[in-house]
């Protein structure tokens, strides 16, 4: 048996400002409550995508790997998988935090850092995204009571924008947008302001003094640099490359087809931010129906790859 594309089923995360706009997405239980987010690839602890196609459909993206061992290729064989991609539905904001870099991840928590970008898949008017903190701030000044707005640096963004996120930079998604976030390998948020939001009967944690080893001052420049307004180019377009990871967006019409190759030495990762119902996956004698939400894990070597249908996918590479 070769190596094969394999579509993955979310895993539901429910979250105190969760909405019901994932629950919609094909292959997946039923999930009662808010749901805030959806890990279409994911394999970390507790949390590995269970495959729903093929000979290993029923097994999980870890068992898939080590059966493929090939499948990561040569230039993602680190012990650490190194992409978790997430579909986000912001009903309500979510807390103001800051992700660690590498070097403080591995000294302080023994695992990766966490730079992430964001694609906007929807955002309702007027939603906002806090990016950033006016200039001298102090994460103290944000634990002590509700901030005050003035403290920070905003993005209104639209529908097919790219939001980067580098560690050491306060943010917050407000509420009303719908996202597809791509990032390294890691769970770690420190929160700095949760607006007294209780889950479960109890507060969420803080982790102010974390934070605060972290944050990072980043310029106007920088902020400004940060958005991409991607909705008005052409596709194939290259939405995000940095040294974690690149990221390229496809349209496809049912008389226009997307053929994209997969690398001989790295696994790429699809992932539908918009389709109709005929959409669908062709690799050699593998067909995978794709729809809103669909993740696809392609295995390094895949070769060309076709997708036929209405829809608007993202390609994941590191």
Request: with cysteine; hydrophobic share 40%.
């Amino acid at each position: 048996m070769k190596p094969y594309p394999v579509l993955l089923a979310p895993l539901m995360r429910p979250m105190p400002w969760g909405g019901d706009r994932l629950k919609k997405i094909a292959g997946t239980s039923r999930a009662d409550g808010p749901v805030g987010e959806a890990w279409v690839m994911s394999v970390r602890n507790g949390a590995v995508s269970r495959i729903l196609n093929g000979p290993l459909a029923g097994s999980d993206l870890s068992e898939y790997l080590e059966y493929f061992p090939d499948a990561r290729g040569a230039a993602c064989a680190d012990e650490v998988f190194p992409l978790l991609i997430k579909i986000i539905d912001a009903a309500d904001k979510l807390s103001v935090q800051v992700h660690p870099d590498d070097a403080y991840a591995a000294k302080n928590e023994k695992e990766p850092g966490k730079t992430e970008m964001w694609y906007i898949i929807d955002a309702e008017p007027g939603s906002v995204i806090t990016a950033g903190l006016s200039h001298g701030v102090k994460v103290e000044q944000l634990a002590s009571g509700e901030p005050d707005e003035a403290f920070f640096r905003k993005i209104y963004p639209a529908p097919g924008d790219v939001v980067f996120v580098p560690p050491g930079l306060v943010h917050s998604i407000g509420a009303g947008i719908l996202l597809c976030e791509i990032q390294q390998n890691s769970d770690l948020t420190y929160r700095i302001f949760d607006f007294d939001r209780k889950w479960g009967g109890v507060p969420r944690p803080l982790h102010l003094q974390k934070a605060a080893d972290c944050v990072v001052n980043y310029s106007n420049d920088d902020i400004e640099a940060l958005r991409f307004s991607r909705s008005d180019r052409s596709d194939p377009s290259e939405l995000c490359s940095c040294d974690k990871f690149r990221v390229e967006r496809f349209r496809t019409t049912d008389d226009t087809p997307a053929v994209f190759r997969v690398k001989n030495d790295r696994f790429s990762a699809l992932t539908v931010v918009s389709s109709d119902a005929n959409a669908e996956l062709e690799s050699e004698n593998t067909i995978v129906p794709l729809s809103f939400g669909s993740c696809v894990f392609l295995p390094a070597g895949t070769g060309d790859v076709r997708v036929r249908g209405n829809a608007v996918f993202l390609i994941s590479e590191i």
